[in-house]
């Protein structure tokens, strides 16, 4: 079906002429069909006689009738009324051309141009240039001033149809030939106006003669419509003949023409109840659009809110990987509906004002404000849910090494401990020699000696348990259950140890003599062997760096013990120089020696043992440093790789925000094409996502190597993604301004000048750049403008364009204004005259008649928000169109 809301753009004078130009071009074989022909002479000679008896006469045969050119002349005053100059009355041939170049002249100056048609072939009766020439008259006369919605000519005389006979079954009007051919159209078309003439349900479209027959003879009964066609030219023709049907058509047009007052008030219903269905539609897309993204964004807090802490590092950097997943996959599309839940709220916002509609509203907690507030309570939530993961590595990789450094200080320890209280708690002393009560004495002087040495790796002990209590360490019950029995254990030994040097020393007064070298050895020995000990523990020491400063530290360090080594070894050679003086002397003087040195458990080949175990660790330490530089060289490698990409991004966004920033101001060019340039620009911007997932690469790679800090760049991964987010959202806004700018244009009509010369004017008062200004540069533009303004006048156009208060006036609001204060609008008033045409100037309207004027979605539209007359002059169904128009316009609820 043909859009009854269609529009030709062009004047209805230019639209006629074209239509006429091409119709002068009409195929003039056709007239060889002798059906068509007889058509068009039939027709056309019962129009002319319509309009000639209207001056007393009529013509029998179309060219022969013509040719003397009065009675050509005399139809064309008929039809014209006008006078056209005095006919010549002699009866020869000259005096025959002469008129009817009068009569082509007169049709000429009224704009029509007439191709291949001369005074002389009419004179001659030439049947084909003077239907011809009869057609041009009926073009120009009857049909030319044919205007429904913009359209003309042809066009608007078949869209009157179409409108007309839309309601009626089996009638589908696409031309002006086959779809008149069952009859039923011209049946309609007089059922549409006077329905009391026709019973159309009573037709049928199998019996095309009987239809048309009937609405042919109703015509010429009743509404002075000459019966131009018969029905059996029409049905034993393939295809009718367009301008004999076009003809009968317009005579049907003109005689319904009072009908036109009614369709223009439709017309204007239908426009205003659009742009209401279409306002409510977008306030509903809105509402669920925001609805689905608070709704997703309170599902979404709590989770990153949540902070129940794991036992183990993999556990956290799952979540880590989670979160990751979150900003990577799930985020991005809510940015995006975010922006274009914005996008939405101010074109609906726009096509309000434009349509003088109040302000949309949304439900309470769905404003942008609520949105951009829920988002940056999210965007809290997501800062402090990544630093939590952060630290919470930390802590655990913190807790792991200091789990493991207990257990292994605490092993040693307790291997140390092995069978010290048995040792303390023996009396052997009460069976011994004196010699042997010597050796027990300083023998327990050496083991004091050895009891002080690992004081210090008990309070190392106690120092890591208390520690890993406050980093509240998962396991710290077992933890603090093993220091606690080694802290006990240690102050048994503590008093077995002063038990038994009290019992040595009272009976040392019976001992005489004591091996010094033996005690010597011991003396030695004992720190010496402690220091290795110390020594093995800290080359097996685990140890975790975050740059190379750190590993070159313990780099350092390491090297540092090795140029101890030789100092050591040198000790070690001493100690073993007294067990072999020891060994020299006894066998010098024959003792025989009864075993191991009484005052130490540590044997020579115990400390060479040590010693060697010591020295293979050192290549070992020498490895692992090395690999752990090499690791930290690897990470300073990445850190510098994602500086040079998040200085690149960082400053490519800071330069593309600036640049925004100044072609929101500049806006040059007609706002076509600052939309197409910004459109172009926004691709360009999204072209540049690649580059941002490179930089998102890097950043990964950064946080599965635990890297936590960056000395080559000022940036951060979430500095730059706000950033990013924010620029897509700053070119979205810009764009949505420039397309509101063009709806502001096109609805009311404003020029591209006058576009630019407010924009010249708004950039003028507009000192900061800022895209907006306060009120009172506002003013100074106002009275520039030519506007002579009082308070309280100015307060009522602040209202208008600040409705907010935020102080601040945008060019959009400014244009906004304008375009209201110079431009009209459909007001309630024009509406309710609208409906009181339909209702026949009654003041309530019927559902029958709104489905008989209004297309039957926007008739239901009315029936259904319509309230129920209550008037005096009331009758069953009847409707009130007047608190219905009204409440459109925002003056009272519907």
């Known amino acids: 079906m043909v859009d009854y809301h269609a529009a030709n753009n062009q004047s209805s004078a230019g639209g006629v002429q074209t239509y006429m130009e091409q119709e002068n071009d009409w195929d003039r074989d056709l007239l060889l069909d002798p059906a068509w022909e007889k058509q068009q002479r039939k027709t056309f000679t019962a129009w002319c006689n319509s309009h000639l008896r209207k001056a007393g006469t009529q013509i029998e045969n179309i060219e022969e009738d013509f040719r003397d050119g009065l009675k050509l002349m005399l139809l064309l005053e008929v039809i014209s009324g006008e006078r056209l100059p005095k006919p010549e009355r002699g009866k020869m041939r000259v005096h025959k051309i002469n008129n009817v170049n009068k009569a082509l002249d007169f049709i000429a100056s009224k704009g029509v141009k007439l191709v291949s048609i001369g005074a002389e072939e009419i004179v001659d009766g030439n049947t084909k240039m003077t239907l011809g020439m009869i057609w041009t008259i009926i073009l120009r006369f009857a049909i030319q001033d044919i205007s429904v919605e913009e359209t003309s000519a042809k066009e608007g005389l078949l869209l009157w149809c179409q409108r007309k006979t839309a309601p009626y079954k089996n009638v589908n009007v696409q031309n002006f030939h086959i779809s008149w051919k069952d009859g039923l159209a011209f049946n309609a078309l007089i059922h549409r106006h006077r329905p009391d003439l026709i019973n159309y349900d009573g037709l049928r479209k199998d019996d095309p003669v009987t239809n048309l027959n009937n609405a042919f003879e109703v015509a010429e009964k009743y509404l002075d419509i000459p019966k131009m ?524 000048e006058q576009l630019y010369e407010y924009r010249a004017s708004f950039n003028h008062f507009d000192k900061k750049r800022s895209g907006q200004m306060v009120s009172d540069d506002f003013r100074a533009l106002l009275i520039s403008t030519g506007n002579s303004l009082g308070d309280s006048e100015f307060a009522r156009i602040m209202g208008i364009v600040d409705p907010n208060g935020s102080g601040a006036v945008t060019f959009q609001a400014f244009i906004d204004f304008m375009s209201r204060e110079t431009t009209d609008t459909d007001t309630a008033d024009q509406v309710i005259a609208s409906f009181k045409i339909l209702a026949a100037d009654k003041n309530f309207i019927t559902a029958d008649e709104l489905r008989r004027e209004l297309p039957p979605d926007q008739a239901e539209y009315c029936i259904a928000r319509m309230a129920p007359y209550t008037g005096p002059d009331a009758i069953t169904g009847a409707l009130d169109y007047m608190s219905f128009s009204t409440a459109l316009y925002g003056e009272s609820d519907l």
């Open 229 to 752: 066609l018969d029905a059996e030219d029409i049905v034993n023709t393939a295809r009718p003949d367009e301008k004999a049907i076009m003809t009968y058509v317009s005579s049907f047009y003109h005689a319904f023409s009072g009908a036109q007052k009614a369709e223009t008030a439709a017309n204007r219903i239908c426009k205003v109840l659009a742009v209401n269905q279409e306002n409510e539609q977008m306030m509903e897309d809105y509402e669920k659009l925001a609805s689905d993204l608070l709704e997703w964004i309170r599902r979404t807090i709590p989770w990153l809110e949540n902070r129940t802490q794991e036992k183990t590092v993999n556990d956290m950097q799952a979540k880590q990987e989670d979160f990751r997943d979150y900003r990577c996959v799930h985020k991005p599309p809510k940015v995006q509906e975010k922006c274009q839940l914005e996008i939405s709220f101010n074109t609906l916002q726009t096509k309000l004002r434009l349509s003088n509609r109040p302000a949309f509203m949304p439900s309470e907690g769905r404003m942008v404000s609520d949105i951009n507030g829920a988002w940056h309570t999210l965007e809290g939530a997501e800062k402090g849910y990544e630093e939590w993961i952060l630290s919470e590595i930390r802590r655990l990789e913190r807790l792991e090494h200091l789990a493991e450094k207990f257990h292994q200080k605490a092993a040693i320890h307790e291997s140390w401990t092995d069978g010290k209280e048995a040792m303390l708690t023996q009396k052997d002393y009460e069976t011994s020699t004196l010699s042997e009560v010597k050796a027990l004495l300083r023998k327990h002087e050496a083991f004091e000696s050895d009891l002080a040495a690992h004081q210090d790796r008990v309070e190392q002990i106690a120092a890591i348990a208390q520690e890993l209590n406050e980093l509240d360490y998962y396991d710290s019950a077992s933890v603090n259950a093993r220091c606690q029995k080694i802290c006990d254990q240690w102050d048994v030994l503590g008093a077995f140890t002063q038990s038994r040097k009290e019992s040595l020393e009272r009976t040392e007064k019976q001992l005489e003599s004591i091996d010094e070298l033996y005690l010597e050895y011991a003396k030695r020995a004992a720190p010496f062997n402690n220091w290795m000990e110390g020594a093995m523990e800290d080359l097996q020491d685990m140890f975790i760096v975050h740059n190379i400063d750190e590993i070159q530290g313990l780099i350092a360090a390491h090297e540092q013990f090795k140029s101890t080594l030789a100092e050591a070894n040198k000790e070690r050679e001493a100690i073993q120089a007294i067990q072999a003086e020891v060994q020299k002397i006894a066998q010098s003087n024959g003792i025989k020696l009864s075993g191991a040195n009484p005052y130490t458990t540590i044997t020579p080949e115990s400390i060479d043992n040590k010693w060697e175990k010591a020295m293979d660790m050192v290549p070992q330490r020498d490895t692992a440093l090395q690999g752990e530089l090499n690791k930290q060289n690897s990470n300073d490698t990445l850190r510098a790789k994602f500086a040079t990409q998040a200085n690149t991004v960082g400053a490519y966004i800071q330069a593309k925000m600036e640049e925004i920033g100044r072609i929101s101001i500049e806006m040059n060019g007609t706002l076509e094409d600052q939309l197409t340039s910004l459109k172009e620009y926004q691709q360009n911007i999204v072209s540049y996502t690649p580059e941002i997932n490179t930089l998102e690469g890097y950043h990964q790679l950064i946080q599965e190597a635990l890297i936590f800090d960056n000395q080559y760049t000022p940036y951060t991964m979430e500095h730059l993604r706000v950033g990013w987010e924010q620029l897509l959202t700053t070119i979205a806004r810009t764009i949505n301004e420039v397309e509101n700018q063009i709806l502001t244009r096109d609805a009311k009509g404003i020029s591209q």
